[in-house]
């Protein structure tokens, strides 16, 4: 391990839709990622990675949790979207720094990379986005 990796005072952010967007699975195809994302996130074009959080785990103290297609950043509700949510919640819970989890779900509506809405129309609720993380986080985090 390199030495500025092993101090306390750098964390990372663990970031369940972008690390989604470079996951690797035998479904995806690159025509179909987002032009924004394939412009804009890597200089060379997206690099698909097997075991992101694996890699990052030791360092990781908070993580953004929302959904997509896995071809762009849509900040969509947990469920509404690839994210393997029951494989990834134990994996969250065992980096040994995690101090907190928030959401980053696009309350007013689902985007698809364009900026368009796509899929929610209307948005979501409070109840929602309540009641989903609540189930998420209690299948893995017991009182």
Sequence with gaps: MTPYLSSTAIGVCYDTGHANCIAAAPWKKMENYFPYVVDSWWENGIVLEEHALETVKDQVV??????????????????DGTVDWKTLIPKLKACP????????????HAVDGTSRASGIADGYSIRRMTDTFRNLMAESFPP
Excluded: K
């Excluded at 896995?70 to 969509?76: E, L, S, V």
């Excluded at 720094?97 to 007013?108: G, S």
């Design 62 to 79: 908070t993580c953004h949790m929302h959904d997509n297609s896995g071809y762009a950043d849509q900040h969509r509700m947990p469920g």
């Design 97 to 108: 720094r995690m101090l907190e989890f928030q959401t980053e779900v696009n309350m007013i």
